[in-house]
């Protein structure tokens, strides 16, 4: 089976987000019955208005940073964090002077108590055999050349 590959980013965007939303493009890049998710770009005073929806869902920010509100809660947040949004709780986010990427990675339903996905093994054909830990070592770090050719464009 081929690699999937599905472009986002610069110019696979469009205006995304619920009613009121401004300066939000968006692009969705899995969605099905399990759950969805989308590259977000806010631009400077973007937001998401707040909305609720019956699915749990991550705002995880990527780069840049600004606003997230759950309920009655406000607080910012930056590259590298990310902000349950509980379903069925108000929430939204927003930027002020800086632009923010995020995923938005949403569940179908709400959280699960367990915390664990129920997962479905399979049985082991005829002939099959489980499969045994593999040996391997690290390779250490790569090596740089001991002289860049100055005409394809390395650095100097």
């Not at 890049?29 to 969805?36: F, Q, T, V, Y």
């Not at 479905?120 to 050349?145: D, F, M, N, V, W």
């Amino acid at each position: 089976m081929p690699i999937e590959i599905r472009r986002f980013g610069v110019g696979h965007r469009r205006p995304d987000g619920p009613p009121g939303t401004t300066g939000v493009l968006g692009q969705v890049i899995h969605s099905d019955a399990r759950g969805l998710v989308a590259e977000l770009a806010f631009a400077r005073s973007g937001s998401i208005e707040p909305h609720s929806s019956p699915n749990t869902s991550w705002l995880v920010v990527i780069e840049g940073g600004g606003w997230v509100g759950v309920g009655d809660e406000r607080t910012r947040i930056a590259a590298g964090e990310a902000a349950l949004w509980p379903a069925d709780i108000p929430h939204g986010a927003w930027t002020d002077g800086s632009h923010m990427r995020a995923l938005v990675i949403e569940f179908a339903g709400a959280d699960e108590d367990a915390g664990i996905l129920v997962g479905r093994a399979r049985a082991l054909e005829p002939g099959e055999t489980l499969a045994s830990r593999a040996e391997g070592r690290l390779t250490g770090p790569p090596t740089a050349p001991r002289h860049p050719d100055p005409d394809a464009g390395e650095p100097a």
